[in-house]
């Protein structure tokens, strides 16, 4: 019998222990052996619901240090409290399954190493886009493969305001709220609105995939606090859709990884990806190009991939967990993550400027002298006789050190007001 210890009970925990007695009937054909949800820790555990057969506490560091616990279930969130209980079960060799990716992302390269000396089982399948297997797929299915790029739609907040904001209208602050109200952002949205979040998980998948410790620190994070109503518009006017994506790949001078918007063709699968679903497409030497699609986020669809793990660590056999565990491929590599100035996109440009002959010619010729080609234009009829022209753009291929070289001349000029802003074009070749 395997004991667990489930360490948080909110909304995942819950539609954990719910989805494991729904299941009941089905979980002993896929698992080798019997479990049982033994002990939970909560530090609000007194006002919440439970199995009054299951022991609790509030004190999670009770279940890393209980000898009655096998398998220690890691929903706290945050990195604090989680890696003093994750580093301390392990130390006494209990196996960690976690849907905690700013653990993974930022300490992973430790706990690996901690959990190889100890021989546990370590599973994060559900800290990257929740019930889609993607962590699996990489490190199992496509294990003789090299992957080429990695490029996901990995957080359903982002996706879900900009979906609004293009079907519905909304301003980012609009929509904004109305994620609040449906419980699809949090009370403090920085993480997921700034980028961070997405670049936890582009981080984890980066290091998968190209056997190298977590680039999180060096990777290039914006967010989509400053894209306007105005920006979804043109970009539609123009064919595209304003997406926010992970993006890694490999080439000879390193490895990409970043998290920003994009506009992304209509012609585009990932354009159609709308609401919370988070997708990830995968391209390979022999296999091409594959997507997964489905819930990114949220209690049933976390509590999927956590008792996926639950099972892979029942079902391994103890002398075999050390190599089933990624930690045999990570960190193998010492490859360059390329600079965020030598990353090279389209770049889509909004300009405001005074309704003055010449102004566009100006613009052009700044992009000329540094021979930056232009793909696209349009010039809006200003809303009042008072208001700025708003001129969008977009150039052909051009470095990140080139583009906002540009782009401070462009704002240099004399009837250009206010900041150009600047989103990245999605290549047909990533």
Do not use: W
Not at 108 to 131: C, P, Q, R, T
Not at 341 to 370: F, W
């Amino acid at each position: 019998m395997n004991r667990i210890g489930l360490c948080g009970y909110g909304t995942v925990g819950q539609s954990l222990l719910k989805l494991i007695k729904n299941t009941d009937n089905t979980i002993p054909s896929n698992i080798s052996d019997k479990f049982i949800v033994s002990m939970i820790a909560d530090r609000s555990i007194a006002k919440k619901k439970y199995d009054k057969s299951i022991t609790v506490t509030d004190n999670v560091m009770d279940l890393a240090k209980s000898e009655e616990i096998d398998i220690i279930v890691e929903l706290i969130g945050g990195t604090d409290v989680a890696y003093d209980v994750v580093i301390t079960a392990i130390k006494n060799q209990k196996h960690i399954i976690t849907a905690n990716k700013a653990l993974i992302a930022e300490f992973g390269d430790e706990i690996f190493e901690l959990a190889a000396k100890n021989n546990v089982f370590v599973g994060f399948e559900a800290s990257v886009a929740g019930a889609i297997p993607i962590i699996n797929t990489l490190t199992n299915n496509f294990a003789n493969e090299q992957i080429k790029s990695i490029i996901g739609i990995i957080n359903g907040t982002c996706n879900f305001i900009l979906e609004q904001m293009s079907s519905s209208n909304l301003s980012f602050n609009d929509a904004l709220q109305k994620a609040k109200q449906l419980g699809y952002a949090e009370a403090d949205p920085s993480f997921d609105i700034n980028g961070t979040d997405a670049a936890h998980k582009i981080s984890i998948l980066a290091s998968i995939a190209y056997k190298i410790k977590s680039p999180l620190k060096n990777v290039t994070i914006e967010g989509i606090e400053k894209i306007t109503s105005m920006d979804i518009k043109y970009s539609r006017e123009l064919g595209y859709m304003i997406k926010h994506v992970g993006i890694t790949n490999i080439s000879d001078q390193g490895i990409e990884c970043r998290t920003h918007p994009v506009l992304v063709s209509s012609n585009n699968i990932l354009s159609n990806v709308n609401g919370v679903m988070n997708a990830v497409m995968l391209t390979g030497d022999n296999f091409g190009t594959s997507m997964l699609y489905g819930h990114g986020a949220g209690g049933d669809a976390t509590a999927s991939a956590v008792l996926a793990d639950i099972a892979q660590a029942i079902n391994i056999p103890d002398k075999l967990k050390i190599t089933n565990n990624h930690r045999d491929s990570l960190s193998l590599n010492s490859l360059d993550i390329i600079d965020n100035d030598c990353l090279e996109n389209p770049y889509y440009l909004r300009i405001y400027a005074e309704d003055v002959s010449g102004v566009m010619a100006e613009i052009t010729n700044i992009l000329a002298k540094e021979k930056i080609s232009i793909e696209a234009v349009t010039q809006h009829e200003p809303a009042d006789t008072d208001s700025l022209i708003p001129i969008v753009m977009i150039t052909d291929t051009v470095n990140t050190k080139s583009i906002d070289n540009v782009i401070k001349k462009i704002e240099k000029l004399p009837h250009v007001k206010d900041d150009v802003f600047k989103i990245r074009v999605l290549k047909i070749n990533e």
